[in-house]
Each structure stands twice: as C-alpha cells, then as structure tokens.
C-alpha cells in the first residue's frame, strides 16, 4: 500500500464456490487438488465454473460468487456496496471481515476491522448484553479498561439499559442489532463494515445509525463499509460507491455516479426481450415491444420499493388503425406461486383514450405501490371492446412479459418495514 492515506485495498479477489450439497462427490477433487498441489501446480478448479447469476440455470458444478475484485479505500472515506439480491455483496463483506478466505487474490488493511453482517454477529446469546459488550470487545483487540471506558456510552446509544444484563437470547431482533451496532461503532475500529442489518432497527435508530457512522468517518477519520438497497442512504452518508452485477464490479465512482448508474442499469439484467416472445396471442394490430420502470425521478429502475410512486411504460407499434374508443388495456400481476395478485383494467376504471398513435407508450401510473417485499409476474392483455358486456377482441397478449422486484419499504412513515409477502391494504386499525 504505498499511498500512506490507503486504508484498505483489494487485489484480485475471487470467491467460488461448489454447488450442490456439500461433501457429496467431492473426494476426487481433494485429491485432485492436493496432487497439483504437490507438485506445485495450479489448483485445476480455478478455470472452470460459472458467473454468479441467480436468474439462470448453469451446468456447472462450480460458481463464482466473486470475480476480479479490486478497490482501494482510503481512510475516513465510506463506501457504498450496491448491487441486486445476489450480486455477491455479502460473500464480499464476509471475506473483508474475515469470516471466509478469498478463493484466490489479497488484501491489506491497516488496523482493527468490525463487522455489523447480520443480527447478533458475534453475539453469545448465553451471555448478558453486558458480557456481549466486553466480549465483542475482546474480540477486537480492545483492552478491559478500554471497553469500561466506552461502557456507559454504548449502553446509552443502543437504547438497552433495562435490559442490558439480561441474556440477549431473550432481546428482541431490534434490541440485539441495536446493541450489535454500538459495541461495532464506540470500540472505534478503524475499519467498520455494516451489511443491511439496519433495515431490522427502527426509523429512530436507522436516523441515529447513520448519523454515527457520519461522525464516525468525518471526525474519527474513520472508514466505512456499507451495503444498502437504501439508495437515499447510500447517497447521504457514502463518498464513493461500487457497483456489483453477477460477482463484478461493474462501476466505480462517486456516490451520486454509483447510485445513478445502478437504478439507469439494473432494469437491463434478465430482462425480457419481447420482440423475440413467439408465444403472444391475437391480431396482432399492435404490438408491444417493450416494458421498462421509471421511478418518481424519472429514472429507470429493475427494483420498486413498497409505498413510492412508479410508471410502468408500456412501448408499442401500431400496424393498424385502432379505434381508440374500444382500445382496452388489462394488466395482471401474479405472485410467486403463480396465482393471480392483483387485475388493473382501462374499462373498469372507465377510461377512455383520445387516440392511438402508430407508435407510443401506455403508461400505467402508481402513485403509491401497495405491493409487499417479493417476485412478481406481469402479464398484458390489449383488446378492443364495444361495450363492457361484449367479449374481448385480442389484439396482444402476452403471460410473464416482465418480472418486477419489490423490495420492502416505509410504506406507512411510521419507521417498521412493512412485512413481506401479499398486498397492502389502506386501512386503519382502532381500538374501541
């Protein structure tokens, strides 16, 4: 590291996996292995696998969750990790923090490096909130007297003083990453890695949270690692950011830059190329040739939060003339497990079309997405209809046209994420 202000730097690093379960066939590679290694050749598993795509089906039996990893940190800057589910964020956050060995490549850092990767890392849950805290400690290297000298100011943050010499098996998964948080943050490592534990906390926490990794990095010159589907939150705390696609990095830059080339980007993985799609029914009067996600932003997206404003573009060509008041447009979401979600239709909602041009866009706008955290499959019926009772005339119709992401959000500003799974419903809940 020969920049003196390098505090972290990654060469190389690569992570592959075996899939399958694990011990199952795999004494001839061991054997393999030890003989090249024996004879002082290259492990010959290193060439073959697969990039870490989760969308698609491989054929082999290796893959690598990591590829050709290299970044350098400086100290007291902090970078944001984005990436989809699966990107390999996480695998690279446990490699930096030591929790596995990279498959091949390095990395030098200076000073002591703790992990925030899940709830309760590191926690004995036998043990008090007390003892966690002096063992954490430990853990890092940090002294008794040292870990006294930081006790109160801990407990005071993490918010658990009533419950601080009670078992943490007994605390909630809000109270242990809270408590988690503030051994990780005042026992002042010069590293700090948070993966999304925080999306457990409440909005409180989350607020004080990211105000102290803030201080921590601006006045502690300290370094911060951070994953975050939170783009406002990457955006707000982070000086530079990566972003990972399939076990690359694929961007660099500012955090503006990183955020900006993600939400411009992702839409683009495992998307659907609908003018290859044979198996779409109807006349055929008019076809759509493309779906894309624009956030309130107008920016392009392949995930949506629970709670904020979308449109859904639908791109088409019409061959023919189309009477606009007849043109209907019926649009269906289905869950994972293929059953029909939710149905939004032009002719329940009585809408009428001024006209169809020979090209253009059907716009379906969400002023507020009610759906939860998961997977869905969105399906387009375009037809002409004379009167609601009359029977469609199909014009394009087309099953799984496009897969929308949803990722979990605020959706009520109240500081808990809504719980995953199933539809919103606005309504209120009383006592009387």
């Not at 592959?16 to 010959?44: C, M």
């Not at 948070?194 to 105000?211: N, P, R, T």
Request: hydrophobic residues 35%.
């Amino acid at each position: 590291m020969e920049n003196k202000n390098i505090i972290l730097k990654v060469e190389n690093i690569s992570k592959q996996y075996r899939l399958g379960i694990v011990g199952t066939g795999t004494l001839s590679h061991d054997l393999n292995r030890f003989w090249h290694k024996v004879r002082g050749k290259e492990d010959p598993y290193l060439k073959v696998g697969e990039s870490n795509d989760r969308s698609t089906k491989g054929v082999s039996e290796y893959v690598w969750a990591l590829q050709d990893i290299n970044f350098e940190v400086e100290a007291g800057e902090v970078l944001g990790i984005i990436g989809k589910n699966g990107a390999g964020k996480s695998t690279l956050l446990k490699i930096l923090s030591k929790v596995t060995s990279p498959t091949t490549g390095s990395i030098k850092s200076r000073g002591r490096i703790a992990s925030l990767l899940e709830v309760g890392t590191g926690f004995n849950p036998e043990l008090t909130g007390r003892e966690n805290i002096y063992l954490n400690g430990a853990i890092l290297g940090m002294t008794k007297k040292e870990i006294t000298s930081k006790l109160d100011e801990i407990i005071e943050f993490s918010g658990c003083e009533r419950y601080i010499d009670t078992p943490t098996k007994r605390y909630s998964s809000g109270m242990t990453v809270r408590l988690a948080f503030a051994v990780a943050a005042f026992l002042e490592p010069e590293i700090l890695v948070v993966d999304e534990v925080l999306a457990v906390g409440d909005a409180e926490f989350q607020k004080k949270a990211i105000g102290k990794m803030q201080d921590i990095s601006r006045e502690g010159g300290r370094t911060v690692l951070f994953v975050s589907h939170n783009m406002a939150a990457v955006r707000s705390l982070c000086t530079k950011g990566i972003v990972l696609q399939n076990g690359k990095i694929v961007y660099s830059g500012t955090s503006d830059e990183a955020v900006n080339y993600y939400l411009n980007n992702s839409f683009d993985v495992g998307k659907l190329k609908l003018s290859d799609r044979k198996d779409r029914k109807g006349n055929h009067k008019l076809i759509i040739n493309d779906i894309f996600i624009k956030n309130s932003s107008e920016i392009k997206v392949g995930e949506m939060h629970s709670g904020e404003e979308y449109k859904i573009y639908l791109n088409y060509v019409s061959k023919e003339d189309i009477d606009s008041k007849q043109f209907t447009v019926v649009v269906q979401f289905t869950d994972e497990n293929d059953e029909l979600f939710t149905t939004i239709a032009s002719d329940e909602q009585g809408t009428q079309f001024d006209q169809i041009n020979k090209e253009g866009s059907i716009v379906l706008h969400i002023p507020k997405l009610h759906f939860r955290e998961g997977r869905y499959s969105m399906h387009f019926m375009i037809s002409e209809k004379l009167s609601f009772n009359t029977p469609h005339k199909i014009i394009d119709y087309l099953q799984n046209a496009y897969t929308i992401d949803v990722i979990k959000g605020d959706y009520w500003n109240s500081g808990v994420f809504n719980r995953p799974k199933g539809f919103i419903q606005e309504s209120s809940i009383f006592i009387q």
